[in-house]
Every structure is written in C-alpha cells, then in structure tokens.
C-alpha cells in the first residue's frame, strides 16, 4: 500500500482476498440455540436478503443489490441485535442499508425485526466484514456506524478492534467524500484509543463528540446494557475528507 498526503489520507487502493484478512475482530458466532419464529427466519429468511460476493476482481454494485434501486447506500458494521439498524431502515425507507454482522443471534433478531416491520430495504453481510468492505467500489458508501464494536480489551488482541489502520484504510475506501462516520462506545479502553486512531489516519475529520445520544440515532441494546451498568458511552461524528488529486480514479 502506498502512502501520499494530497488530501491528508494514505492511498488506499483494491486489496481483494477470498480467505478473511488476518486476525478475528469479532468474537462468538452463536450464544442460546435459535428457536421458534427466529429459527424459522433464519432458516428460510436469510437467505433472500443475504449478500454473495463476486470473484474478485469483480466488485459489488451495492444499488443493485435492492429493488428499487436506492439513491444512497448506508452500512451499518457489527449490527448486534439490530434494534438501529432496524430503526433505520423503518425512519429511511428511500437508503439500502447493508449490514455485516457474524453473531448468527443478532442476524436472526434482525430478521425477526424486519419482518414485524414490513421493511425491505435492508442486506445482510454475515461474515467477517472486511471482505465485504474490500468487494465495494470506490466510494460506493454513503453513511457508515461502528456503534459498540467489541473492545478486544488485552494488549495482545488490540490489532483485531475495529478502528485499526487495515479497518480504516478500507473505511475510507468505500467511503464517498464528505460521508458521515458514526462511532459509539462505552468502553473505557475505545474510549481513549479509538478516537485518536481515527483522527490521526488522515481521512476523517471529527465534527462532534456527545456524552448523550444525539437524536436520529436509534438505540441498540448494547447501550442500554451500558447505561443500566453505569457507564457513560461516547458518540462521535466523522466526515469522510475529500480525496486528493493523484488518488487513483
């Protein structure tokens, strides 16, 4: 990868792998077995709105992947539950949200959500997210939330949070220029390494920083999790800058 300042990013170009990038940044796939209606969606339900990759180097045409064709794109990464993304889709019925989530009870929550909403406008991305960041065109992406990702709190796992410099590179890939970047965390580690991990990569400009969350953002079950604990979660807002002139067209 190489490294220009013209815009304050690094260069980021196509990194196209079909085994998941080295290093986990998610934890378990299944916690209480799936019953009832949620098993039954997630039997027969997932796969009409799942997401297939292309052969690289073939790229998504994430529009393409709703009918009708959305103007904007949103993604939603680590979508837990799926209470916000959910929300989104019901408070934005004209966006296709994707969202990439591995944790098989959180996907069969959603669908259960999507259903009792009569939503259509939502994807689904089960496996390890950067594969399908690395499958989305060049600025194809129009609103991206890494809300509570899991903090990965030792030393040793700190490359596997989701706001590292491979995490970021494909963030501002996708990313459209002047996109919003909403992040949310509760941790006390995030708290203090993420932010600065963000700002210092070059391509996103902080706007704000709330210590209560801001309206138009659905709450997610992690939050309130969060808050009955005692704790005080950060939200942040990131503009995607422009890119320079010699990135790569």
């Known amino acids: 990868m190489g490294a220009h300042r013209s815009c304050g990013c690094a260069e980021v170009g196509p990194r196209l792998t079909s085994p998941p990038p080295i290093g986990r940044v998610y934890g378990r796939r299944r916690s209480r077995r799936l019953k009832g209606r949620k ?36 993604l ?41 909403a ?9 496996e390890d997210a950067r594969l399908l960041l690395q499958s989305l065109p060049r600025g194809s992406i129009d609103r991206a939330f890494l809300l509570f990702p899991d903090p990965w ?19 501002a890939e996708v990313l459209s220029e002047g996109a919003e970047l909403r992040v949310a965390t509760d941790h006390f ?42 704790r005080t979660p950060i939200y942040l807002t990131y503009r995607r800058e422009p890119r320079g002139p010699t990135d790569e067209a």
């Open 189 to 230: 580690i995030l708290k203090e390494w993420m932010p600065p991990r963000i700002t210092e990569h070059g391509c996103f400009r902080l706007e704000n920083r709330w210590a209560e969350r801001p309206e138009g953002w659905p709450p997610t079950r992690y939050e309130s999790k969060a808050l009955a604990a005692g």
């Open 76 to 116: 939603e990464i680590g979508f837990g539950g799926g209470e916000h993304l959910a929300a989104q889709a019901v408070a934005h019925p004209d966006v296709g949200l994707i969202g990439c989530e591995p944790f098989i009870n959180g996907v069969s929550n959603l669908l259960l959500l999507l259903e009792e």
């Open 39 to 74: 098993a039954e969606l997630f039997d027969s339900g997932l796969d009409r709105l799942a997401i297939r990759l292309p052969e690289p180097p073939a790229r998504l045409d994430p529009p393409a992947l709703f009918q009708p064709r959305p103007a904007k794109v949103w």
């Open 153 to 171: 709190p030792k030393r040793r796992h700190t490359e596997r949070r989701f706001a590292n410099q491979e995490a970021l590179d494909l963030l």
């Open 118 to 126: 009569g939503s259509e406008n939502v994807r689904i991305f089960s």
